[in-house]
C-alpha cells in the first residue's frame, strides 16, 4: 500500500536506507560480513566473473563489477542479457555467472541462465523477488531484501543489488574491516539526501520540466550512475536523456549542446573531479545550463546538489548517495508534467519477453 504517498515511485525511493539497514542485518554477523562458504568457495574456484543483466539492474552490475575486482581481485566482466545472449565473447576456462535481477523473471536474463546451465557453468542469482525463474534454476542465490517493489521504474531494487554486491565483493576478500560500520554511516547519508527532496523538486522543475533533452556526465564509477541516470528520466518523463562518460562529450555530443540544454555532472570521484568540473564548463561555454551533484568534499559552493562527504576508500559508495538524486530529479520531472509515474507507457514491470 502507497499510504499518504501519491505515487509508488516515491514510497520506494525513501525505503532506501530502511533497505539499507536491512541488508546490514540480514548479511552481517558480528561485523562481519557473511555469505554461505559454499557460494564463496565456488566464486573463488572461477577465474572470471560474467555479471548477466537488464535495465536498471546491469547498471547496478557496472558498479558492483568495479568491487568484485577491487576489493576481491577477480576479473570481471558485466553483461546485457539480451546481447549476451546472442553474441557472446569468449568465455574463461572457470567463469562464474552472476545474474541480476529485481523481478528474477526476465527473459532475456532466463536466456542466458539456460545457456549456462548447459555448459554446467557455476551461477548465482541476485535477486529481489526469491522463488522465481532466475532463483529456482540457479546453483546459489541471494536475496536483495527490498520489499515489493511496484513502481515500473526501479529505485530501491538498484540500490540494493549495489549493496548486495559490495558485501558479496566484501566476503570474497576475506572480511572488510568496519564495512558494517561504513554502510551503517551510508544510510544515515542516504536518509540526509532523502529527506532534502523538496530542493531537488525546485530542481527538475526548473531545469528540466521544460526541457526536451538533457544531458548526463560523469567519470569512472559516476559514468556507470549517468546510464542509470538517464534510463530512469527518460522511461518515466519521455525526455530524451543520454548519460555518458564526461570525456566523450567532445568526441561528438557536445554538437548537441544549445542554448538553455540542462548538462547534468556527477561528481563523486577525486581523481576525476576536475575533469568533469572542465567537461561542464565547456558547455556552459556553449550555452547549457549546468546542474552539478558533488559529495561534499569535491563541491563547491555553487553545486545545485551537495551529498554528505566521503573521502578514502568511502568514495566507492559515490553512486549510491548519487541514485538518489537522480531518482527523485527523474520522479519531480514526471509529476511535473501530471505524467501517471508508476506506470509509464509502453513498459512492463517484468520483460518476460525476448
Ligand atoms: C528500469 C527498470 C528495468 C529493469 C529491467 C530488468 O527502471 O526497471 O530496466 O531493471 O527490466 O528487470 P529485472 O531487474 O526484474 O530483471
Redesign the pocket.
Known amino acids: 500500500e502507497k499510504g499518504a504517498y501519491p505515487f509508488f515511485m516515491l514510497k520506494e525511493i525513501d525505503e532506501q536506507a530502511t533497505v539499507a539497514r536491512h541488508l546490514i542485518k540480514h548479511y552481517f554477523v558480528d561485523g562481519i560480513p557473511h555469505i554461505d562458504a559454499a557460494i564463496l568457495k565456488s566464486i573463488k574456484q572461477a577465474d572470471r566473473l560474467y555479471i548477466i ?5 546491469y547498471h547496478a552490475g557496472l558498479i558492483g563489477r568495479r568491487f568484485f575486482e577491487k576489493w576481491a581481485g577477480i576479473p570481471t566482466e558485466v553483461h546485457i542479457a539480451s546481447e549476451f545472449a546472442y553474441d557472446h565473447p569468449l568465455i574463461s576456462k572457470n567463469p562464474f555467472f552472476i545474474f ?7 527473459a532475456d ?1 532466463i536466456q542466458v541462465l539456460e545457456f549456462v546451465k548447459k555448459a554446467h557453468y557455476a551461477s548465482l542469482t541476485l535477486a529481489n523477488v526469491m522463488n522465481s525463474t532466475l532463483t529456482r534454476d540457479v546453483d546459489f542465490a541471494l536475496p536483495l531484501l527490498a520489499g515489493p517493489e511496484i513502481a ?3 529505485t530501491k ?1 538498484y540500490t540494493a543489488q549495489i549493496i548486495t554486491q559490495i558485501i558479496l565483493a566484501a566476503a570474497l576478500a576475506g572480511g572488510h574491516t568496519d564495512l558494517q560500520g561504513q554502510l551503517s554511516r551510508l544510510a544515515v547519508d542516504m536518509q540526509a539526501v532523502i529527506d532534502g527532496k523538496d530542493h531537488i523538486k525546485a530542481l527538475a522543475d526548473d531545469y528540466l520540466v521544460n526541457a526536451d533533452r538533457a544531458f548526463y556526465i560523469g567519470r569512472g564509477a559516476d559514468a556507470d550512475v549517468t546510464l542509470e541516470a538517464a ?2 528520466l527518460k ?1 518515466i518523463s519521455y525526455t530524451l536523456v543520454e548519460g555518458f562518460a564526461a570525456g566523450e562529450l567532445k568526441h561528438g555530443t557536445i554538437s548537441l549542446i544549445e542554448h538553455g540544454t540542462p548538462v547534468i555532472g556527477l561528481i563523486s570521484q577525486s581523481k576525476t573531479a576536475g575533469l568533469t568540473r572542465s567537461n561542464l564548463e565547456e558547455t556552459i561555454a556553449r550555452g547549457a545550463k549546468t546542474m552539478t551533484i558533488a559529495t561534499k568534499n569535491l563541491a563547491s559552493a555553487n553545486d545545485e546538489i551537495i551529498l554528505p562527504e566521503l573521502t578514502g576508500e568511502m568514495e566507492m559508495f559515490g553512486p549510491i548517495l548519487e541514485a538518489i538524486p537522480i531518482q527523485l530529479l527523474a520522479y519531480y520531472t514526471s509529476l511535473g508534467r501530471k505524467l501517471d509515474v508508476d506506470h509509464p507507457r509502453n513498459l512492463a ?3 518476460t519477453v525476448q
Open positions: 543483466a537488464a535495465g536498471t539492474s541480476i535481477s529485481q523481478s528474477g523473471e526476465t536474463s515500473v521504474a526501479s531494487a534510463l530512469k522511461e514491470k517484468s520483460v
